[in-house]
């Protein structure tokens, strides 16, 4: 009734899906992350599931956008949802501005003083914020409209970068909507406002709902792979709820616990007494650093995942 | 040059500041309790201070409703940011329906289908929503301003609310703003969204950012206290960026971890390297349930806190 | 079916049982301290329940120490079980040597070259391990028989100490059983091997064993209080192993997360499945910091919490 | 002076190690595996380095015995500290009986009265605990001397078993000491305490210390490879402090956290104000689950690691 336990066997040469293979045999982390990467493939060679992508945490200064984007050309990603953060910091690197590793071990208050801001281990000039400034006020905001949604102030932005490796850029190429829900909550934000200052100007909040809901309407399935909780999460759930549908797989990467009751450390399984997901929908949490399963997921997954075999 | 761990001796009938001034010999977070409300208590006293209160989580629904809403009754909160979540929540409260004590140990297909909706150890009818979208389509939207700004609509809602113990009514009452980011990630922006459907209306995300920075301009002294991290935490710490001020003190408290990146758990030093909390600013990060320290620090700094002999 | 959530009222004054009985209404974190507390109610009020401590964790160096002597004092506990380090700990303030409030924001090589020792935000001279040392090997080992069993130890230990506030002494005095199964992983370990180097001289790790089995055997009921999990949780649930017996009641205080598989995060429930605690006994794990939860609820135990009326 | 952040390429059939590399320009956790991954190389390249590998955890029925048992057979690992439950489970394993791979979401009270007991999701028959019994008190107790030392209990049944995945018989076979110190704390300990119940035997705690000393002294230099916390952390580390030496390299691979002051969370950088890290040692902790990244780490240490250009 119950399998085995099959302890992983680490070969040399070993490939990524080999490994994900392994843990598939595993339990506690590696157990989930082999769960993971099956609902992920399932998820992606299901022709009928628009797949939802919810990103939040500062996976961009870590060095993730490149895992982001390539899933985004592949065609893995139908829908993103962000925070404002993720998209600053695209900006930033795709404007040619890199994030620099630093530690978390230092005096803040020197930091400060030498102009760098930290996130964790990441550094950046604060002079970053004011070449991105001038990228906003002269090449984005006198463009847009007088009135955009979110999702089209995204689209704007994605339009008008060069890097292949923004998230944005590729979002706009590969016509997926990014959708951002906080984001006055950011940089970006901040700089919307000092633009409407002297301009006619307004971002509203509501624009582009019909838009996710529409897409929600249209999907005969849906997926959804979470990276951290937060806005992203909880919007993306919550798009299912306007439809007589729900979702039929879902993936979430999270260091959050239960326990306290915040959306972004809930089970997956509590999301079902919502209706967001289904009564036999295919979902997985996986408790640990997203900086480390995220890629190992998408990598295992872009493999056929031949089993290693093991006794 | 280092003060001896001074041991806390539990008595009998103790109060709450007591058991307070007894975590101020101790360590870990028992020593961290004590230093947030040594710096909350510094905050109410500085009559120059601007309060800030940041409140993410589900706090709400898990029985803290009143404690925020006696705090800004109490004049000890100046300015509120908070989520879609906890708005939804403190309605749904004020218009008569009660969260009920469930608990997490439950079968949520089975939930489901009894139409109970699951917050951790939270339950709550499915019908809830149906008595909130008539509430808010009824007696709320149609009588709002073709445009507005979330702040406004925080404003709207309370001044349509009867209970005394709602957050929303009391930030009304007392002319204490309350900004929400994200709220259409809610189940009001949901019902926002299906009354344009109808009727022409936008919420401006970045009308009420001139109010938040008057406020920050005018402020000779500011003090932030989050409850859980997310966009609250982000959105405070951001309205110093425009101006030449920085927050003079800071509680957080958090279940959150730094090691993952994100901002919710990065620590308060972090945000000194970025100049949002002064180099000089008192600031402590309580790691532990906030449904445990929040009354715990709001108890304590109600009374004077004659310390407890302890040897 | 389900009660309401009552939403705690902070008031003036308010004493310790007070804000726990606030709690009961409550969720998450708050809601599972009341229960906490009422568990520790009734084990003690249970005159035929044998109540098992474990202390793990560095609760001595926070400052926790005299909660525990003086719930041994009172007679709240009748079986001990903890780490090496609480005991070394708890011998070091007992003969004068005081732990110092320190900072976790430190270098630690400049520490190491300063000849203080670390532990979170508590410094402690490296010298008090030569006083400690020379105590030991002048008071202790040489008064022991030549093989002890490691309760014996402690036992020996708790005689010749004169604080009327360390642990090992008051367990002397009321003839409390300290067991500490990794006695050796301890400086205390490390002093014994010293000695041995030029005494006969064996500690069996065995020994203690049936004293405490026997212990369990006359035990009508038993009640066990984890601080932390470790050792002493896992050596006090397979203490119920070899009886036909099991738990009544179980309380654990932790940060510890059962996703990792690891006994110490693990839920009591888990621990039902081995039959260590009982099918029907009263359970409940708090997660959060155990340096504030364990003084609450003790002191909200010491009264006999006359509910606030909340509505 | 900081080099720039190289945000990780995710390519087809892709290598462990290539991930690793990939890792290398990251942040956060991705950043600390590539760090991890660097220093387990380099403790193995050098030859004059004693490698301690501290297994804490349930890893053995998680499905890591493999893991560390080809580690063993590699002569990566010197000498090993251990848990009694990872003993205990890797005998279960090794005389035939399997875990399970069962369900963290379930019923322990009818798992109990199918007499399963569950680790987080691993399942696994009571009655193993018989077949256990049999075959120490068969094969095992009756074979020893009166009085043994923890390090020749392990060696005892290494040397008995002949499953060749067994980390105790690898362990015997390369003739890498295992030390145990809570031995006791275990179905191993219980076992031997029914055996000591009509036959004259005894463990002696400190028996095994001279040699784990001896082995400190020899070395030239040390390095410790941690998986979790608890005992065996702490053993290792203290090992050292007889020596005028410490360890030049150390790996922790965690999902404990600094703040409450427990060792299992502690950062090594404490160890380094005790004197048990060096000054100029290569250290890193890796918050994420170890099931996850212990065989990451282990899989990519073992080849070249050809870096893959990212851009």
Request: hydrophobic fraction near 45%; proline fraction near 5%.
């Amino acid at each position: 009734m119950f399998d085995p336990i099959r302890a992983i066997d680490i070969v040399e040469e070993m490939s990524v899906a080999d490994l994900v293979s392994g843990f598939s045999g595993c339990a506690f982390g590696a157990g989930r992350i082999a769960t993971a990467c099956e609902i992920y493939r399932e998820m992606l060679e299901d022709s009928d599931c628009l797949v939802f992508f919810g990103l939040a945490g500062a996976m961009v200064p870590a060095g993730m956008r490149k895992v982001v984007s390539s899933e985004i050309k592949a065609g893995n990603i139908d829908v993103l949802v962000t925070t404002g953060a993720n998209i600053v910091h695209d900006v930033i690197e795709a404007i040619g501005l890199p994030h620099l590793k630093g530690t978390e071990v230092v005096d803040d208050v020197k930091l400060y003083k030498s102009k760098i801001n930290r996130i964790y281990d990441v550094f950046l000039p604060e002079s970053y914020f004011s070449n991105l400034e001038e990228w906003l006020q002269g090449e984005v905001f006198p463009n847009l409209p007088q009135a955009v949604s979110i999702r089209e102030l995204c689209s704007a932005i994605g339009e008008r970068l060069e890097d292949p490796h923004s998230i944005l850029k590729c979002a706009f190429d590969a016509e997926v909507p990014v959708f951002c829900p906080a984001v006055q909550d950011s940089i970006i934000g901040l700089q919307a406002w000092l633009y409407k200052q002297s301009n006619s100007f307004t971002i509203d909040a509501l624009a582009d709902m019909q838009e996710l809901i529409d897409l929600c309407y249209e999907a005969k399935r849906a997926g959804a792979f979470f990276v951290g909780g937060g806005v992203p999460k909880n919007f993306i759930l919550q798009s299912m709820l306007l439809t007589p549908k729900d979702f039929d797989y879902a993936i979430q990467l999270t260091m959050d616990r239960p326990e306290t009751g915040g959306l972004s450390g809930a089970t997956l399984d509590e999301a079902r007494s919502w209706g967001k997901i289904g009564e036999n929908a295919k979902s997985v949490t996986v408790y640990s650093d997203a900086t480390i399963t995220l890629p190992l997921i998408v990598a295992a997954a872009k493999d056929g995942g031949k089993r290693v075999p093991t006794s």
